[in-house]
C-alpha cells in the first residue's frame, strides 16, 4: 500500500473519531426542569396583543404580550379598590409549589370564562429577602411560564420576602387564594391550614369557580 493511501486512510480515521466524541457532547447532564413543565393543556396560543399594566410606575416585563409587574401587597389593595363593580381573585402562589403550578392553568381558565366580570391576579412569592437575588432576579424564567400558561391576567411578583408576608396575612403556606367582592372587601381566602378541603387542598374546579359562578347569579341585575 502507497504512502499516500496510508495517509488518507489516517486522516479519515483521525476525522470520524472526533466527528463520534463531539455527538455526546451537546447533551448536558444538569438541566434544571422550570416550573414551567407544568400540564398548559388549557391555555390558549398566545396572542401579541399586550397587556395594560395594572400598577401605575410598578416595574413591568412584557414577553409576546403578556405582562408582569413587581409590586407589594399594599400596592394589590389599591388595585383592587380601583375594579369598581367587579369580583377579584388573587392567588398566592410561587414556582416551587406543585399545587400552585397544578392549579395555575385554572386560574387563567377562570378569567377566560368570565372576561368582563371578573379580576384574577396571580402574586408570585419566590422573593425570599435574599439581597443576591431581588424580586426581578427570576423575572425571565417566570415570563417564559407566564407566556406559555398564555396568562392574559394581572401577574404580580412580590417585592416584600415571602415569610414576612406570610406574617403580615397570618397565613402559614401556599397555596392559598383570595376572593374580593364587587364592593373591594374580602370575603373569603382559601387555604388548607385547617384541611377543610382534605389531604389534596382546594381546587379552581371543586372550590373557586363554583363559588364565582354563585356570586356572580347573585349579583346579576334583573332584566328590565
Same mark, same amino acid.
Given at each position: ?68 409587574? $413587581?409590586? /407589594? ?7 383592587? @379598590? ?18 400552585? #403550578? ?7 381558565? #377562570?378569567? !377566560? ?24 432576579? @427570576? =423575572?425571565? &424564567?417566570?415570563? &417564559? ?9 394581572? /401577574?404580580?411578583? =412580590?417585592?416584600?420576602?415571602? &415569610?414576612?408576608?406570610? !406574617?403580615?396575612?397570618?397565613?402559614? =403556606?401556599?397555596?392559598?387564594? *383570595?376572593? *374580593?367582592?364587587?364592593? @373591594?372587601?374580602?370575603? !373569603?381566602?382559601?387555604? /388548607?391550614?385547617?384541611?377543610? *378541603? @382534605? &389531604? ?11 363559588? $364565582? ?12
Amino acid at each position: 500500500m502507497s504512502p499516500q493511501v496510508l495517509c488518507i486512510l489516517g486522516l479519515l480515521i483521525l476525522f470520524f473519531g472526533c466527528s463520534q466524541e463531539g455527538s455526546t457532547a451537546d447533551t448536558p447532564l444538569d438541566v434544571d426542569v422550570p416550573a414551567q413543565s407544568v400540564d398548559t393543556s388549557e391555555a390558549e396560543p398566545a396572542t401579541n396583543k399586550t397587556q395594560t399594566p395594572a400598577i401605575p410606575d410598578a416595574q413591568t416585563f412584557e414577553h409576546e404580550g403578556v405582562t408582569a409587574q $413587581i409590586a /407589594n401587597w399594599e400596592q394589590l389593595q389599591e388595585f383592587i @379598590g380601583s375594579q369598581n363593580g367587579k369580583i377579584v381573585v388573587v392567588d398566592l402562589w410561587s414556582s416551587w409549589c406543585e399545587p400552585c #403550578l397544578r392549579e395555575f392553568p385554572h386560574l387563567v381558565a #377562570l378569567q !377566560k370564562k368570565y372576561p368582563e366580570k371578573i379580576v384574577c391576579v396571580s402574586f408570585n412569592l419566590n422573593y425570599d429577602g435574599s439581597k443576591d437575588s431581588p424580586p426581578e432576579s @427570576g =423575572s425571565e &424564567e417566570l415570563m &417564559e411560564f407566564y407566556t406559555k400558561q398564555n396568562a392574559k391576567i394581572v /401577574n404580580l411578583i =412580590s417585592s416584600t420576602p415571602d &415569610e414576612d408576608l406570610y !406574617k403580615k396575612l397570618d397565613l402559614a =403556606s401556599i397555596p392559598a387564594a *383570595y376572593v *374580593y367582592g364587587t364592593d @373591594g372587601k374580602l370575603l !373569603k381566602r382559601f387555604d /388548607n391550614e385547617t384541611q377543610a *378541603y @382534605g &389531604e389534596e387542598g382546594f381546587t379552581y374546579e371543586a372550590h373557586i369557580t363554583p363559588m $364565582i359562578d354563585e356570586l356572580l347569579v347573585e349579583t346579576k341585575q334583573p332584566e328590565k
